[in-house]
């Protein structure tokens, strides 16, 4: 069975950093697209930014810029670097690893 473990989240002011890491128990885990979706609280889910086998990344227009989605194929791991945060990226942010369903999420609460 699939294990899609997400870690990083926390509380953090605005225009402060937090990194998301994501690590999936897959094999082959380089031949797959992964991402980042995120859901705040009363609303749909939406999503955040993926990367492609070849690297190439594509984000939520107001995250673009902002945030930055990476992988290493040899730890099995995805990453998401979020630079100035806002208060509306409240949210819990969850890892999809491939077509597998996505993991229970990390909190991730910006607040002053």
């Known amino acids: 069975q699939v294990q899609t473990v997400e870690s990083g989240g926390g509380l953090v002011q605005p225009g402060g950093s937090l990194t998301l890491s994501c690590v999936c128990s897959?094999?082959?885990?380089?031949?797959?697209?992964m991402g980042w979706y995120r859901q705040a609280a009363g609303k749909q889910p939406e999503f955040v930014a993926t990367?492609?086998?070849?690297?190439?990344?594509t984000y939520l227009p107001s995250v673009n810029g902002r945030f930055t989605i990476s992988r290493d194929n040899a730890k099995n791991t995805v990453h998401l670097q979020m630079n100035n945060l806002k208060p509306e990226d409240t949210a819990v942010y969850h890892c999809?690893?491939?077509?597998?369903?996505w993991g229970q999420g990390t909190q991730v609460t910006v607040s002053s």
């Open positions: 999809k690893c491939g077509h597998w369903p």
């Open positions: 897959i094999n082959n885990f380089k031949d797959y697209v």
């Open positions: 990367i492609m086998t070849g690297g190439t990344q």
